[in-house]
């Protein structure tokens, strides 16, 4: 953990730096052109930085051409538009270019794929029934505010950066678990990665899983429990790290875990629980009525307060953290830039507990939720 958090601060330095060189080398010349800002290009990057993307970008630089480069590799693109259409996203050439697949023009705008024709055309249906405007899909001509793309979008099965993190992560929890498992198969004693890993598993159930849901039915939800905490844990780990990675800030993921909970506690609800839901004992029948759609409402606030947590906090977190670090371009004095850095660097320290944390919290809260739908009644 302490390396993850040295070479984060290291590279977040060095990516900003060679990020913004050219807005800093060429600060005049911007002013005089009417280009964006510093400012502008700080705000920029970080909308990028907590964005998915079609390709895996290390980093990038700009030459004193002003050409981008970027060092990376692309990754697999999947639609299906009128039949499969696969290709490479390294036809994107990263936003500034078209693809044409099988006589189909798609293009990248604001990191979602269109439908266009050969010229990279988007149309713009404006909000309030306001006049329909176009640009190109490099932002070349008219752009219209608070507009919203009117072309075709293809149904999109690719396979993004998050996607592969995904993968990688729950393969990596499949080796580390099973290699655990084949020691304890040999020796009941902990023997190498297992020594880490047990007391975590062991908190797991001492600490969320029994309490929450009891002695005699906790076992059952232990598998789930675990992934869930040890998924949340490890990739909010690699968010902190030079990768780049910023899984659990996509609201899609954190709804697909949150919707695996809600799932798992409505199937598992007995009689007790939808008793109180539907007809709670000893409360009159007029407020039964009442308070039955509230109840029932509330089944699904649960996991969307889950879903809403885990996103908010650790999208709040990089976009404070990014935003401390460039601050050390905008002020360029020896006060607030090393004030910049310390502040950062405290704050990097503190995203390491609040990794560890938004997985307690989704785990225990599952746990709770759990734990409610298999109550008995005890009158």
């Known amino acids: 953990m302490r390396y993850s958090f ?30 964006h800002d510093l400012k502008t290009e700080i705000k920029e990057y970080i909308d990028h930085h907590l964005l998915d993307s079609y390709d895996f970008t290390l980093f990038s630089y700009t030459t004193d051409e002003g050409e981008h480069k970027y060092i990376g590799f692309p990754l697999p693109v999947i639609l299906w538009d009128n039949g499969l259409k696969v290709f490479s996203s390294s036809k994107f050439e990263h936003g500034e270019a078209v693809a044409e697949v099988d006589g189909s023009y798609y293009a990248l705008y604001h990191n979602k794929i269109y439908k266009t024709d050969s010229e990279g055309t988007i149309n713009f249906g404006a909000h309030h029934d306001e006049d329909t405007h176009t640009e190109d ?19 999109d099965f690719s396979i993004t950066k998050n996607v592969v993190f995904i993968a990688l992560v729950g393969l990596l929890m499949f080796l580390m678990f099973r290699s655990v498992a084949n020691n304890y198969k040999k020796s009941h004693l902990p023997k190498g990665l297992g020594r880490v890993l047990e007391p975590l598993v062991v908190f797991v159930r001492d600490e969320i899983a029994v309490p929450n849901i009891g002695e005699h039915k906790y076992k059952k ?23 780049g990675v910023n899984v659990t800030n996509n609201i899609a993921v954190t709804f697909a875990l949150a919707l695996i909970t809600y799932f798992i506690t409505t199937f598992s609800g007995n009689k007790n629980y939808w008793k109180h839901i539907f007809w709670m004992p000893g409360v009159p029948v007029p407020m039964k009525i009442i308070l039955a759609p509230i109840e029932l409402l509330g089944t699904f606030i649960k996991p969307f307060s889950l879903m809403i ?43 390491l507990l609040v990794a560890a944390l938004q997985a307690y919290i989704f785990t225990m809260l599952s746990a709770l939720y759990f734990g409610m739908a298999v109550e008995e009644d005890h009158h």
């Not at 844990?233 to 990768?243: D, E, R, V």
């Not at 953290?321 to 503190?350: C, D, E, Q, T, V």
Request: negative net charge; glycine residues 6%; without cysteine.
């Open 221 to 243: 939800y232990m598998s789930y429990l675990l992934t869930v905490f040890f998924f949340v844990w490890i990739i909010n780990l690699l968010g902190l790290t030079p990768l």
């Open 137 to 155: 899909a490099f932002g070349e001509n008219l752009v219209v505010e608070e507009a919203h793309p009117t072309n075709e979008k293809p149904l």
């Open 6 to 35: 040295l070479s984060k601060i290291f590279v977040a330095v060095f990516i900003l730096t060679t990020g913004f060189v050219s807005a800093q080398g060429h600060e005049e010349e911007a002013h005089e052109t009417g280009a």
């Open 309 to 351: 947590r885990l996103y908010a906090n650790i999208t709040a977190g990089h976009v404070v953290l990014m935003s401390i670090i460039g601050l050390m371009f905008i002020f360029k004095n020896w006060i607030g830039s090393p004030l910049s850095f310390a502040l950062a660097f405290a704050l990097s320290l503190l995203e």
